[in-house]
């Protein structure tokens, strides 16, 4: 026997269980990448797209009041911008050397899939890391520092600090209230933002801080019965230190896929075995175009909390 080579009851071993492997790993729940879950995947592109092309419209003119016969009506038209991102692969692999598929096979125990579900997290965390932070490398987009997103800038409170641990509550919700208002004023009411998201210490902060000594609302429970534009709040642990100065970043922006995509052409898949010596080694991809955002304008960030 060819002691670099399986013979045929244990390659359908090797087989067999590699499809049980590989089922697995698509069962096992990671840690919280929020970026799939939160944000609209666009998948629509395939894995064999080599460009992404979007368009941003400009819609322009006017109408009038028209007398009998009239033929001077006002013309109007729409221009667009083409904008193109090229997707990008992500990979890792695993393997089994021969030696442990044949002790597995003899032992009647199944393999080890740890390895599996491990290659699909690293695959997608990357994702993750990704569509919150883009990649200058590969000329990719992340929500967080996306181009021509709106600026609003908090003010100092009372204790002469930007930042939320030292603010009283009315500080904080002036502060929340004003990053949903810069982006509605700005677009006169044409963008509504329905998410903020914030660090996880400044969540923890409105979610535990009371409105007043006296009272059992948090600032939290009263900006969601307030704020008649927000209906989501949820928090990012990539925001901590993202912003100018390594400042901590808060953001609000309207979620749907007319507004903004993860661009996803190819989600987690992984391939046949290679033979590498003594090895069989499984390749594992996922293709991304990061974010795309339409109406940079619908988002806004604000930095110091």
Known sequence: ???????????????????YVKAGSYDIPFRANKAVTLFPVDTSAGPAATEI???????????KFIADYSHDFPRVDVYGNEYTVKPKDIGDSYGYSI????????????????RAITAREIIENKIDD??????????????????????????????????????????????????????????NGIELPNVMLLPLAQFNIINQKRLADNSDETVL????KTNR????????VDLKEAGASSADRGMVFVNDAQHLTLELPAPFESFEPDKLGLEYV?????????MIIYRPASVAYFDGI
């Open 1 to 19: 026997m060819d002691p670099t080579r399986l013979d045929a009851n244990e390659s359908i071993f090797f087989k067999r269980e590699l499809e």
């Open 53 to 63: 092309t979007y368009r941003r419209y400009t819609k322009v003119g006017t109408a």
């Open 99 to 114: 030696p442990e598929i044949r002790r597995a096979a003899m032992a009647g125990r199944p393999l080890e899939a740890q």
């Open 130 to 187: 990704v569509a919150w932070n883009g990649d200058t490398t590969h000329n990719l987009n992340g929500f967080i520092d996306y181009p021509g997103i709106t600026e609003y800038t908090v003010a100092s409170g009372t204790s002469l600090s930007y930042e939320w641990a030292y603010k009283t509550s009315d500080e904080i919700l002036a502060d929340m209230n004003g990053a949903v208002n810069a982006v509605v004023e700005a677009t």
């Open 221 to 224: 429970s009263y900006f969601m």
């Open 229 to 236: 534009y927000i209906k989501t709040i949820e928090w990012i």
């Open 282 to 290: 499984i390749p594992c991809m996922a293709r991304t175009a990061g």
